[in-house]
């Protein structure tokens, strides 16, 4: 392995700033207006604090989170930039949005109401998803009274997709639809409309600033077509003991999995507190020197088991890659059955991280 491990860890979690900023670019040449970067989650468990600033760096000055909370320890890291929380503004934190210069994302009359004119903000408008947003009943009491919207400094108006990632789903069309009507009523406001695979729907799906995250961090915004995007993270862990299995002996809890043949099990100090699923019981892999090499047994919580019956060269010391760009974390998501942003979310916090 061409790096050197932090003296003592037991898995290393490499985080790499440069294809995070390589996939910001590709996604600016493919959308026609300009790109945010979602940072909700510690940037997908990727680090927020190291993200905001590289993509800074490169230009980028949108920048979305979920909670309050968030962009305060955001704020300082993107000096000038938008700024945005995208779960609402809770009752009593109007003042510290306004002081901190964080745009709240407004998703009904009553938020907008207690908002007032103090600065700009972010109007969201719910064309399907049904969770946040100014429904329909409140579009109509908005267009009556269009008055409602007065003293409001207009940063965009924004809507966010069902199904994206699937170009056949027909709400991809109905939200273009009614996100085309709010736009008529509107005209003033600029628009936010994409997310990561909603880039990848076409011009039809532009508008004046996209907000991807999964993307960035290199999932697949195309799923079941090669992904267009750079991994960006690797997860290795090294191996701490190597044993022999006579046939019918068992490894791990509840002695789910049985060796059907003489066989060599390696044992790792990564488990499902650190984000590495219980779902990949007997289901997951890893990889060794562009070999799979089978994880066998229940994962615990600290550990997990391979079979390595089959690779003589792995022992006690070598390093077993989790996730990488042989074994991306899409693929990973398959076997433990969930999605790539579940993965790169529960990424644990034992890691030993570096960044690039
Ligand atoms: C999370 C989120 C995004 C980013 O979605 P990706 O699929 O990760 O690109 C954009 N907009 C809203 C409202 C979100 O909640």
Same mark, same amino acid.
């Given at each position: 392995?061409?790096?050197?491990?932090?003296?003592?860890?037991?898995?290393?979690?490499?985080?790499?700033?440069?294809?995070?900023?390589?996939?910001?670019?590709?996604?600016?040449?493919?959308?026609?207006?300009?790109?945010?970067?979602?940072?909700?989650?510690?940037?997908?468990?990727?680090?927020?604090?190291?993200?905001?600033?590289?993509?800074?760096?490169?230009?980028?000055?949108?920048?979305?989170?979920?909670?309050?909370?968030?962009?305060?320890?955001?704020?300082?890291?993107?000096?000038?930039?938008?700024?945005?929380?995208?779960?609402?503004?809770?009752?009593?934190?109007?003042?510290?949005?306004?002081?901190?210069?964080?745009?709240?994302?407004?998703?009904?009359?009553?938020?907008?109401?207690?908002?007032?004119?103090?600065?700009?903000?972010?109007?969201?408008?719910?064309?399907?998803?049904?969770?946040?947003?100014?429904?329909?009943?409140?579009?109509?009491?908005?267009?009556?009274?269009?008055?409602?919207?007065?003293?409001?400094?207009?940063?965009?108006?924004?809507?966010?997709?069902?199904?994206?990632?699937?170009?056949?789903?027909?709400?991809?069309?109905?939200?273009?639809?009614?996100?085309?009507?709010?736009?008529?009523?509107?005209?003033?406001?600029?628009?936010?409309?994409?997310?990561?695979?909603?880039?990848?729907?076409?011009?039809?799906?532009?508008?004046?600033?996209?907000?991807?995250?999964?993307?960035?961090?290199?999932?697949?915004?195309?799923?079941?077509?090669?992904?267009?995007?750079?991994?960006?993270?690797?997860?290795?862990?090294?191996?701490?003991?190597?044993?022999?299995?006579?046939?019918?002996?068992? @490894? /791990? +809890?509840?002695?789910? *999995?049985?060796? $059907?043949?003489? &066989? %060599?099990?390696? =044992? !790792?100090? @990564? /488990? +499902?507190?650190?984000? *590495?699923?219980? $779902?990949?019981? &007997? %289901?997951?892999? =890893? !990889?060794?020197? /562009?070999?799979?090499?089978?994880?066998?047994?229940?994962?615990?919580?600290?550990?997990?088991?391979?079979?390595?019956?089959?690779?003589?060269?792995?022992?006690?010391?070598?390093?077993?890659?989790?996730?990488?760009?042989?074994?991306?974390?899409?693929?990973?998501?398959?076997?433990?059955?969930?999605?790539?942003?579940?993965?790169?979310?529960?990424?644990?916090?034992?890691?030993?991280?570096?960044?690039?």
């Amino acid at each position: 392995m061409t790096r050197t491990e932090p003296a003592g860890a037991l898995a290393v979690l490499e985080v790499n700033l440069g294809a995070i900023c390589a996939n910001y670019r590709a996604l600016c040449a493919r959308h026609v207006g300009p790109v945010a970067a979602v940072l909700k989650a510690d940037a997908y468990g990727l680090g927020a604090a190291q993200v905001a600033p590289a993509l800074f760096a490169v230009g980028c000055r949108h920048f979305f989170v979920a909670l309050l909370d968030e962009a305060l320890t955001l704020r300082p890291l993107v000096p000038g930039a938008m700024l945005a929380v995208l779960n609402g503004m809770v009752p009593g934190t109007e003042d510290i949005y306004f002081n901190e210069a964080i745009d709240p994302v407004l998703g009904s009359l009553a938020e907008l109401q207690r908002w007032g004119g103090r600065g700009p903000a972010i109007l969201h408008v719910d064309t399907g998803m049904a969770r946040l947003g100014l429904d329909r009943e409140e579009l109509q009491r908005l267009a009556a009274d269009p008055g409602l919207l007065f003293g409001l400094t207009p940063r965009y108006v924004m809507t966010h997709l069902v199904a994206a990632e699937d170009p056949a789903d027909r709400a991809n069309a109905e939200q273009r639809g009614r996100f085309a009507a709010v736009r008529s009523m509107l005209p003033l406001w600029p628009t936010s409309f994409a997310n990561s695979s909603g880039i990848f729907l076409g011009p039809d799906f532009a508008s004046d600033l996209a907000r991807p995250g999964a993307a960035l961090y290199g999932l697949n915004p195309t799923p079941g077509q090669p992904n267009p995007m750079q991994t960006a993270v690797r997860l290795t862990a090294r191996v701490l003991q190597v044993r022999d299995l006579s046939v019918g002996e068992s @490894v /791990g +809890y509840n002695a789910t *999995w049985c060796a $059907a043949r003489p &066989s %060599r099990i390696a =044992a !790792i100090g @990564v /488990g +499902y507190a650190d984000g *590495w699923a219980r $779902a990949l019981s &007997s %289901r997951g892999h =890893a !990889i060794f020197d /562009g070999t799979r090499v089978p994880l066998v047994g229940r994962v615990s919580m600290d550990i997990s088991t391979f079979d390595a019956t089959d690779l003589p060269g792995l022992v006690a010391g070598s390093w077993l890659e989790l996730i990488g760009p042989s074994h991306p974390p899409d693929a990973v998501a398959l076997e433990a059955g969930t999605n790539g942003y579940e993965i790169l979310t529960s990424l644990g916090r034992r890691y030993a991280r570096i960044y690039r």
